[in-house]
């Protein structure tokens, strides 16, 4: 009702003036945001390879090929469970440990308190390249520390050992990597959460006998639940697209077993000079993150009408 | 502030009462939660302990198979030889052209946008909105095809620091644009009214009152342009030849062909962190709330 009432009051300006308003940014946009989606999906149509991209000669269309060639291929379908299968693994280890974090914050004396934070403080600012370096030093099979460490229990033997050897225990380190990496920003977030959980609540169901699980499930998960569906979609939209860690962990070369779908659609562009074919795996990959996408797009249209 | 509804008021309180329940607590279980607590710190930062001191070891040390856990004998060395790498100063100063110039671009194209949706109703509205949100969670890395194509056959940005330039802008345009919405929105429109009331034109109103009310924000909001533009790496390693790269794509490149030199390396992987860290520090209030704005209340 009050959008009404503006309106009619200001005229007819409020239509020019925002649209000059925001015109620099929809040009920028359109220009190398909407014009490389389409390219992409008409890409995705035709072959590109070097012989058309040295010549300039036009590149022929070929229908539905790419997608025909890249859904009948059996790697792409290890490659997308590998991705789900991480995405998965990978997102319900770093959302339970973010908020157990989260929530032994809240119990801790401020001192450990001021520790936790600090400690993850430094490595959320580190920079997710420097991040998976320093994992990929730390598993070096000479000079790791982990190696180091691990050999010390009694009864293993693992000096040398070469984690990348087998794909499980070298998704290990990578997970790791990710889980370690993303915990900060959950915890934190999460911790921000359950600060406006009223203590008064809980200290009401403790006195009225409710155990501390029966207080989390019937206090703290409610409150915390648009929060939560925010941080994981997140976390399932990052992670999903990973890219960084296992490309710095594999030397930029990551062999078969440590293909994501982003890695696996850059290689069969720029490695292999197939750009049509890279172009209809990435429009699957973008159809794929659309359904977790639409979550957090209508939790977050919902704040952005709020003012 | 709309961006800042997650995170609670600073607000004085007694040491006992900082919002932590005091029920139903025992000694002991606090005793457990102190030592779970102070163990995770310890784990979480032994990664970041780890990279700071290998930069300080000699190659004796590092390359060591026993690592030592104190520097026995800390040394600059490795810094020294990162920086007359070839190509690194070649980087830095690509680096922070790139991200500069990227950063005020953003802001200034973002900031006018964001103005619009903040303080205009129109038709139209939503639809910007939608768009915003929608082209931050396209994966940049799977559109790094068209655009490759597209620099490429544009030959006056192809290979140089303006085309990239180009494509950070809109890499950081969609965030600048919802956070800096967020401050704006922050700014009571009572302000603008009476300002308009007491005779100023709109466009006083923007020069006097929301641009140095929105300040503090246009900070934060830099300063998370700027962190996501200095970390990228992937985008500029495809579009430019070595002679055109950053300091990331030099750590990545650097990794690849001598991979074992992890002294030098993790000296470049600090250097290359410092700013970032130091800005993230900074802000770090403002980012957790703005990528969740508003959720717990929503």
């Known amino acids: 009702m009050t959008r009404h009432k503006r309106r009619r009051r200001r005229g007819g300006d409020d239509v020019v003036i925002p649209w000059l308003l925001s015109g620099p940014a929809l040009v920028l946009l359109a220009l190398l945001l909407a014009y490389p989606v389409g390219r992409m999906l008409v890409l995705s149509f035709q072959k590109l390879g070097l012989k058309e991209l040295w010549t300039g000669a036009a590149a022929p269309f070929v229908g539905v090929d790419n997608y025909v060639t890249v859904l009948s291929d059996s790697v792409f379908w290890s490659v997308v469970t590998r991705t789900v299968l991480f995405t998965a693994v990978s997102v319900v280890l770093s959302v339970l440990i973010g908020l157990g974090v989260a929530l032994l914050m809240r119990r801790v004396s401020r001192t450990v308190r001021l520790l936790m934070i600090i400690a993850m403080m430094f490595v959320w600012a580190l920079p997710a390249l420097v991040q998976a370096q320093i994992f990929k030093m730390m598993t070096d099979s000479d000079v790791g520390v982990i190696n180091y460490l691990i050999d010390k229990l009694p009864g293993v033997e693992f000096q040398n050992h070469s984690w990348f050897f087998t794909p499980v225990q070298g998704w290990i380190v990578i997970t790791s990597c990710v889980v370690w990496a993303g915990i900060p920003f959950l915890a934190i977030t999460l911790n921000a959460g359950l600060t406006q959980v009223p203590k008064e609540l809980m200290e009401a169901a403790t006195v009225d006998g409710a155990n501390a699980w029966q207080g989390f499930k019937n206090i703290t998960v409610p409150i915390l639940k648009p929060l939560l569906v925010i941080v994981t979609t997140l976390s399932v939209i990052w992670n999903f697209g990973l890219f960084t860690q296992n490309w710095v962990m594999r030397d930029g070369k990551p062999e078969p077993e440590f293909q994501t779908l982003a890695t696996y659609s850059y290689v069969q562009a720029f490695s292999q000079n197939k750009y049509g074919l890279g172009s209809a795996i990435a429009m699957i990959t973008v159809l794929i993150l659309l359904g977790a996408m639409a979550v957090y797009i209508r939790q977050m249209f919902k704040i952005g009408e709020v003012d | ?298």
């Open chain 2, 1 to 298: 502030m709309a961006v800042l509804t997650s995170t609670p008021p600073r607000r004085r309180t007694r040491k006992a009462d900082d919002g932590v329940m005091t029920v139903g607590r025992s000694r002991i279980g606090n005793l457990v939660a102190n030592a779970a607590g102070l163990i995770f710190a310890i784990v979480m930062f032994f990664p970041v302990y780890w990279v700071l001191i290998t930069s300080f070891k000699p190659q004796t040390e590092w390359s060591s198979f026993t690592p030592t856990f104190v520097p026995h004998a800390p040394t600059l060395d490795n810094f020294t030889s990162a920086f007359n790498a070839p190509l690194f100063k070649q980087s830095l100063i690509n680096g922070i052209l790139v991200t500069a110039m990227a950063v005020i671009a953003a802001l200034i194209v973002g900031f006018l946008g964001a103005l619009a949706v903040a303080r205009f109703r129109f038709y139209g509205r939503r639809a910007i909105i939608l768009v915003v949100l929608a082209v931050q969670l396209i994966p940049f890395i799977s559109l790094l095809i068209p655009i490759f194509l597209m620099l490429q056959s544009w030959h006056a940005v192809g290979n140089t620091l303006i085309g990239v330039t180009l494509v950070y802008t809109v890499l950081i345009l969609p965030y600048t644009v919802w956070m800096l919405r967020g401050f704006i929105a922050g700014i009571p429109r009572e302000l603008d009214e009476a300002a308009m009331i007491d005779g100023c034109t709109r466009g006083q109103v923007f020069w006097r009152i929301v641009l140095p009310l929105t300040g503090p924000g246009l900070v934060a909001t830099s300063v998370y342009g700027f962190i996501q533009a200095w970390n990228e790496f992937m985008i500029i390693n495809t579009l430019n030849d070595p002679e055109h790269q950053n300091l990331m794509a030099w750590l990545m490149q650097n990794q690849t062909s001598r991979g074992t030199y992890w002294g030098p390396l993790m000296a470049g992987a600090i250097i290359t962190s410092i700013p970032v860290v130091i800005f993230f520090l900074a802000v770090q209030r403002n980012i957790a709330s703005g990528l969740t704005a508003g959720a717990v209340k929503g």
